[in-house]
């Protein structure tokens, strides 16, 4: 009996090291080394050198002069610690207060916006913190944008139109627009507000 607890025992603590120190170390050193800036959360810096977020995490953003990511469901909001969408159905009382909410808020916000509301503007996606928007939404938002920054909504489209980024293999998803890599390039181009 013995010698079988010392066979168990020898096996379980090659497995722990082989499986939960060896290979884990090996993999982070590979994704260091291959994938550096994604290992280490694909974080964004602004002109000064200063972490400002993850291209891979949305982020509020409540001045006029910055384009606002998808709503979130994440805890209190944009919560990194507390992904997950809100779970409540299409029947939803809550939702629909929120929805209508939203919706007000963003029509009072965007008063010279030509069109509907852009249905990601008013719903959160899986995670809660979804980064990018459509290049639709983005559009819609350029009137408020461009007016509390006091340049043509030209302008800002250039800036916009320059972030669109395509389906990826030509065929794999659609074309998106990082939110924060936007609003760090609206500053670059016409300063902070």
Known sequence: ?????SIALRTTAVTLVMTGLLYPLALTGAAQLLFPTQANGSLVADEHGAIVGSELIAQGFENAAYFQPRPSAAGAGYDAAASSGSNLGTTSAKL???VEADLARLQAENPDATGPVPVELVTTSASGLDPHLSPEAAYWQIPRVAKARQVSQVRVHAVVESLVASRDLFILGEPRV????LNLAVDRQFGRP
Not at 1 to 5: D, E, N, S
């Open 1 to 5: 009996m013995l010698h079988v607890f």
């Open 178 to 181: 990082n939110v924060l890599a």
């Open 96 to 98: 629909k207060a929120r």
